[in-house]
């Protein structure tokens, strides 16, 4: 994505009064106008991490973002759920400026986790955070195209732009990247149910259940391999 774009985004309160980033000219926003919390719990939470339940899981998040998933993750951590190494892929970071202004933190009702999360999502730190709260974090400015770790994660977010704005994040190449870094029985879940990108995780190896979506979708996706 052109890095011009990618500072077009601006604050926008959604459905369930949880903040989202938007941007006119993209007409995009990093989650659901119907919710950003709830899409995320919906999609990344009960349908993955908590479909895998698993006490202790490898997380690859493609488009950590405003770090919602991260966090919603953390406070599963926090209340005794699971133990999670989190890995997340952004090559265009959010500004601290806005991360301030959304405060997921005091929307989720956990003010504690504020400056740590604000640290770790900001820090330029080659390799991992240790574990607090039971999840341990690195975070790689890399495009999910030039990913190459194998066999090495549970369950992957894939929380990309849609298809329409950024179709190269889509695409066969990607998903036989994903199938690749998950081990066997892994899984993927995404908020996309469009019939080419179901086609394509198929294609790559994956076998594709279609889900109920969040509120304002009919459908989400989850591959497992
Ligand atoms: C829908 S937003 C992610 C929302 C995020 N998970 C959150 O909770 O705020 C998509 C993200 O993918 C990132 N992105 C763009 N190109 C990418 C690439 N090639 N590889 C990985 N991430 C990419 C964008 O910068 C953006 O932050």
């Not at 339940?53 to 950590?64: A, F, H, R, S, Y």
């Not at 599963?76 to 759920?81: H, Q």
Request: glycine residues 10%.
């Amino acid at each position: 994505m052109d890095e011009r774009l990618a500072q077009d985004f601006l604050p926008l309160r959604t459905a369930d009064g949880s903040l989202t980033l938007r941007s006119e000219l993209l007409g995009e926003q990093y989650h659901s106008v119907h919710g950003a919390v709830q899409e995320s719990t919906h999609v990344f939470i009960k349908a993955g991490l908590e479909h895998i339940g698993k006490p202790q899981v490898d997380v690859l998040e493609v488009g950590l973002g405003t770090g919602l998933n991260l966090l919603l993750t953390w406070v599963r951590c926090l209340e005794g759920k699971c133990l999670v190494r989190y890995t997340a892929l952004e090559p265009h970071p959010v500004s601290l400026g806005l991360l301030v202004e959304l405060d997921h933190c005091a929307d989720l009702a956990w003010p504690g986790l504020h400056d740590p999360f604000l640290e770790r999502m900001t820090e330029n730190r080659d390799g991992w955070w240790e574990p607090m709260g039971g999840l341990a974090f690195r975070q790689l400015a890399i495009p999910v195209q030039d990913f190459h770790e194998r066999d090495a994660f549970d369950l992957v977010y894939f929380d990309a732009f849609g298809p329409g704005t950024q179709q190269e994040m889509w695409t066969l190449e990607v998903f036989q990247r994903m199938h690749a870094a998950l081990r066997p029985g892994g899984v993927l879940v995404t908020y996309c149910a469009k019939g080419q990108v179901r086609r394509n995780l198929q294609a790559a190896g994956f076998v594709v259940e279609r889900l109920p979506g969040p509120p304002g979708k009919r459908e989400m996706l989850r591959a497992t391999r």
